[in-house]
């Protein structure tokens, strides 16, 4: 089955469970947390690991959420190991967190800078885009010093790259093609 299908399949569920026990901020902030252990090494390496009984990655899955989560966000960590499906939790738990801002009507944007925006800008720029898109907004902010100076701003599905280096490669391929010519 498509992996992909598969997060999709497990984060609507869980998603459905919690709104119906009207725990979904709760549950949204498990899904954070799951993520932020995932990204550990010593959690991917446990997680991904065939040789470790299933048994055993739901006990440090307990160990180390149990008392820090809904007891839902357990079940399905649990779910997910018995079902040999425990390599989708991190995208489960992204799919989660996209649907639930959906629901609750917000659009995550991220903006990419060669420098560090300050957040009176970064006001500005949420204020615009919720006025623009008619959405509450979820800004992040990304440091990347190679697009050299503009931004680079992603609104949900949306693109706009105002960057310096996109327009030096757009300069550069219309004077390779003008060479060519």
């Not at 885009?129 to 010093?145: A, C, G, H, R």
């Not at 680079?152 to 960057?163: E, M, P, T, V």
Request: aromatic share 4%; charged share 30%; hydrophobic share 40%.
């Amino acid at each position: 089955m498509n992996e992909s299908i598969i997060s999709v399949r497990y984060s609507r569920a869980l998603f459905q469970s919690a709104l119906e026990k009207k725990i979904l901020d709760k549950v949204l902030d498990d899904m954070h947390l799951v993520l932020e252990v995932c990204r550990i090494p010593e959690a991917t390496e446990l997680l991904g690991s065939p040789i470790i009984v299933p048994s055993r990655k739901i006990a440090a899955l307990r160990a180390v959420l149990g008392g820090r989560v809904q007891e839902l966000t357990l079940a399905l960590t649990g779910l997910l190991v018995e079902n040999g499906r425990e390599k989708h939790l991190p995208a489960v738990a992204r799919n989660f967190i996209h649907e639930t801002m959906k629901h609750k009507g917000v659009t995550e944007s991220l903006l990419t800078t060669a420098v560090r925006t300050d957040d009176k800008i970064k006001g500005e720029i949420s204020r615009f885009v919720s006025d623009k898109f008619n959405t509450k907004v979820e800004l992040k902010d990304n440091v990347d010093p190679e697009i050299i100076g503009g931004f680079i701003l992603r609104i949900g599905d949306k693109y706009i790259d105002a960057s310096i280096r996109s327009k030096l490669r757009k300069i550069s391929k219309e004077l390779r093609g003008s060479i060519k010519s």
